[in-house]
């Protein structure tokens, strides 16, 4: 029997469409590895939530695994130094010739895998890294300078432009392998952290979860996508990015599954699919805003000349926004979603985000670590980019002085305050158009703060301190 190939599973947690199972199992019999790191994972400021639903993850990966007859070894590691040294002494233990995973694009997780790769070649084994996660790896799209793109819109286009077929191809499932002397190990639970992770049933994890997902947001809501997705009382998206950002299923899952729908096109044909397209395009475009701008991964600014920005100390400020009580209804009941199911939609993502770096003139950083503490789908690069797009420090930066008005996203984006009275029982008993801000003498026995800072001086507050940049 040949010998084994190593696959390192890390937030790529499926046997469909992966592009590193794939490449070994061509090459003979697979032993997967997962290296769970929760002490480096949490200085990153990852929280229970995800953690949970990763556990949970992994152990529905191990179940899809035995069905191949793929064992699952199981390592427990503090930091990221250590993963050189495990998967050696796996590989050894194991009789493997050869290593193979997926990219993950944030630099942390980059030099890891450069220090595995280099202690491989020293051990005179294979180590191969695969972009799976993107359509394009970072550095194969390049504004005309040569440069990385900064802004999405010429990105998207690029994207559109030079994609082929091949590129989005699904990898091939591996086929059942002869049994291997070798014993999946025990998933250990997860140790008591912090937070308590939410109900696992919001979100159950692994490929036939998210497979499902897919086909009913496909099935019933991607045509209305364009219509619908910015109102949030309404499940018009399709809820996939746990899904994503952990690999229980695939960006080329989702666009095949788009092909089929829209007579083979991405982009043109029906207007919902094709804006769906494009959020998965804003995926891939802050994973190579993350390689391409590594400052961004140093808690650093994409727009340097932000970071001179006077942002305030006001902890009462934001304990009012983590705990959902600023005043501003929308806000708040984006604030309790959050926190109660791990997940926030994106329209109240970036209301919120505004809200805590314009309103309140927080460091987005803060916020940034507030959503990573909460989000199942917590991603670094897609959660950095959307922070530093709320707060102006950041590609397609929103320009400073657009600031969202509440209320106005509010009466806009839930008009009938459904949203509202689903997260702040008290003002369900307000009549609806009263709900989005709501007066003194109406709140009359409600139970509901009186907004923490008025919109008008908030805004005049942020564009002070936004104009008093050097912009050179
Ligand atoms: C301040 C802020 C923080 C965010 N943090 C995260 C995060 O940690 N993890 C995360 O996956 N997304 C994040 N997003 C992007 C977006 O809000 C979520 O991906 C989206 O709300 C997930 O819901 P959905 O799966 O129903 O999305 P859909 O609307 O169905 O979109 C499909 C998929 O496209 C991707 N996507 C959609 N919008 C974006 C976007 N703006 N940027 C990057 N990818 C996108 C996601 O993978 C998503 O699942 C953030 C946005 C903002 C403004």
């Known amino acids: 029997m040949s010998t084994p190939a190593i696959v390192w599973f890390r937030s790529d947690l499926r046997l469909q469409d992966n592009t590193a199972l794939a490449a070994a199992a061509r090459q003979g019999p697979v032993v997967a590895v997962f290296l769970r790191c929760l002490p480096h994972w949490q200085r990153h400021g990852h929280g229970a939530n995800k953690l949970d639903f990763w556990g949970r993850g992994v152990a529905a990966l191990g179940d899809d695994l035995a069905g191949l007859g793929i064992p699952l070894l199981h390592r427990d590691i503090d930091d990221f130094s250590e993963a050189p040294a495990t998967l050696l002494a796996i590989a050894r233990e194991n009789g493997a010739h050869a290593l ?11 030099r890891r895998d450069r220090t595995v790769i280099d202690a491989f070649e020293e051990a005179g084994l294979a180590a191969t890294g695969h972009h799976d996660a993107v359509a394009f790896a970072p550095g194969e799209l390049l504004t005309g300078k040569g440069d990385y793109y900064g802004v999405f819109t010429p990105f998207a286009k690029a994207w559109h432009r030079q994609l082929t077929p091949e590129r989005l191809a699904l990898r091939d499932t591996p086929a059942p392998q002869a049994a291997l002397p070798i014993a999946s190990d025990p998933l250990p639970p997860l140790p ?8 696992g049933r919001i979100w159950p994890a692994g490929e036939g979860p998210a497979a499902d997902r897919l086909e009913r947001f496909l099935r019933f809501r991607g045509r209305h996508y364009q219509r619908q997705r910015d109102f949030p009382a309404i499940r018009g998206t399709s809820e996939l990015s746990p899904y994503l950002a952990l690999g ?9 599954a788009v092909l089929a729908e829209n007579d083979g096109a991405l982009a043109e044909g029906d207007a919902g699919l094709t804006a769906w397209v494009s959020e998965l395009i804003w995926r891939e475009f802050y994973r190579h805003v993350a390689v391409g701008f590594p400052r961004v991964c140093r808690h650093r600014a994409f727009q340097t000349h932000t970071e001179a920005l006077a942002w305030r100390d006001d902890e009462a400020g934001f304990a009012a926004w983590c705990e959902g009580r600023t005043g501003y209804p929308i806000v708040d009941a984006a604030m309790r979603q959050l926190v109660t199911t791990g997940w926030m939609h994106n329209r ?5 985000a505004m809200f805590l770096s314009k309103h309140l003139l927080i460091d987005w950083r803060r916020g940034e670590a507030f959503f990573l503490r909460h989000l199942v789908d917590g991603e670094f690069c897609a959660n950095n ?3 530093q797009w709320a707060a102006s420090t950041g590609t397609d930066a929103a320009p400073y002085f657009r600031i969202f008005n509440p209320t106005t996203q509010s009466t806009r984006f839930d008009p009938d305050g459904t949203f509202l009275a689903e997260w702040l029982p008290a003002l369900a008993e307000l009549p609806r158009k009263a709900r989005h801000a709501p007066e003194g ?6 139970d509901y703060p009186a907004p923490i800072v008025e919109h008008r001086a908030a805004r005049a ?12």
């Open 248 to 256: 229980m299923i695939s960006h080329r899952q989702c666009l095949q």
């Open 441 to 446: 003498d109406l709140l009359g026995g409600v």
């Open 192 to 199: 008591d952290l912090d937070d308590t992770p939410i109900d």
């Open 385 to 387: 980019g959307g922070w």
């Open 100 to 110: 193979h995973f997926n990219h993950e694009y944030p630099l942390d997780e980059q």
């Open 348 to 352: 109240l993502r970036m209301v919120t």
């Open 461 to 472: 507050r942020a564009l002070d301190a936004f104009k008093a940049l050097k912009t050179d």
